[in-house]
């Protein structure tokens, strides 16, 4: 279980829980404060549900243990939406019903985006721990973030290849999909006010893509060196870097948050080596030693 991404549904829990003090009680003394919680239990990205539901119950059972909130006790209604927009606005209807007003989740961008436009109507508190992209808060007031946007990864990546002095680069992208476009599109952006030049863009069609052969050959011809790849972990494991290694492509591959848990999805055997010059971005701990060295190395 990777340490981000409960710590990021921690923050989202305390958010949620600050909203509770400071506003009047909806229910009554007696009663427990219900949160609902939408998150990937099932399907390719269950992992990242594994770190919601983990980190959710640790925050309600440290809650619970120091008396609750106001003298009352905190549960959760858990729901699983399998990493699907559809299944994922069916979870949403189901704690609306039970009169859920305060919800966690969901993990990822797409589904969070299938339920924001209902949360707004519903006048549902949404909070996110780890929806990324940057549409998700630009106009829904029922609907947060407990980590940073797109805009800032994507230009953090940028800033990186140019750091390391590449002045031509490639990206490899999932256009269907709005956390992939998403990252794209604030990548392509900083590049470009940076100077880079993105000499070769290729897409997939969708993230059930598993052949990405085409997509890093057109980067051995382009001549590029660094190519950025944001994608989910069940994608980066097992197809694009080896495919990529395969195709003849050896430089620096680079995503984001998604990249998060790839080692649990390398196939048994798989020549490891193929995996070295793969960086992403990720979510941080302000008092972790890296973070702070890097702060006083940014500030010198």
């Known amino acids: 279980m990777k340490q ?3 710590l990021s549904v921690l923050l989202a ?12 009680a909806v229910f009554a003394e007696e009663d427990p404060i219900m949160i609902g919680v939408i998150s990937p239990n099932t399907g390719a990205l269950a992992a990242y549900g594994t770190g919601i539901v983990m980190g959710a119950d640790l925050a309600v059972e440290e809650i619970n243990a120091a008396g609750g909130i106001l003298g009352r006790e905190v549960q959760l209604i858990k729901t699983d939406d399998q990493s699907d927009p559809t299944e994922c606005l069916n979870s949403f209807n189901s704690l609306v019903a039970k009169g859920i007003g305060l919800i966690v989740g969901s993990a990822t961008s797409g589904c969070t985006s299938a339920i924001t436009d209902a949360a707004n109507e519903e006048e549902v508190c949404i909070l996110s ?12 007031d029922f609907i947060f973030r407990a980590c940073y946007a797109d805009s800032f990864q994507g230009a953090i990546a940028a800033a990186y290849a140019k750091q390391a002095g590449f002045d031509r680069v490639g990206i ?14 604030s990548f392509s952006k900083a590049c ?12 997939s069609a969708s993230l059930d893509v598993q052949d990405y052969t085409n997509q890093f050959a057109a980067m ?11 994608y989910y972990y069940d994608v980066i494991g097992p197809y694009v870097v080896p495919q990529a290694r395969a195709a003849g492509y050896n430089g620096i591959i680079m995503g984001a948050d998604g990249y998060d848990t ?11 080596t193929a995996f070295n010059n793969v960086y ?18 940014q500030s010198l």
């Not at 992403?280 to 973070?291: L, P, V």
């Open 4 to 6: 981000s991404r409960l």
């Open 13 to 24: 829990l305390a958010l949620l829980f600050g909203t509770l003090l400071a506003g009047d």
């Open 129 to 140: 721990p780890t929806a990324t992209a940057d549409s998700i808060t630009t106009e829904d």
């Open 172 to 185: 490899v992208y999932c256009a269907a999909d709005v956390y992939s476009k998403g990252l794209y599109d």
């Open 192 to 203: 470009e006010e940076y100077g880079i030049e993105v000499a070769a863009a290729q897409s």
């Open 220 to 230: 051995v011809n382009a001549g590029v060196e660094f190519v950025y790849a944001p």
């Open 262 to 272: 790839t080692p649990d999805y390398v196939v048994a055997g798989a020549d490891l």
């Open 280 to 297: 992403w971005t990720n979510h941080y701990d302000s008092r972790s030693y890296s973070f702070q060295q890097c702060v006083l190395d």
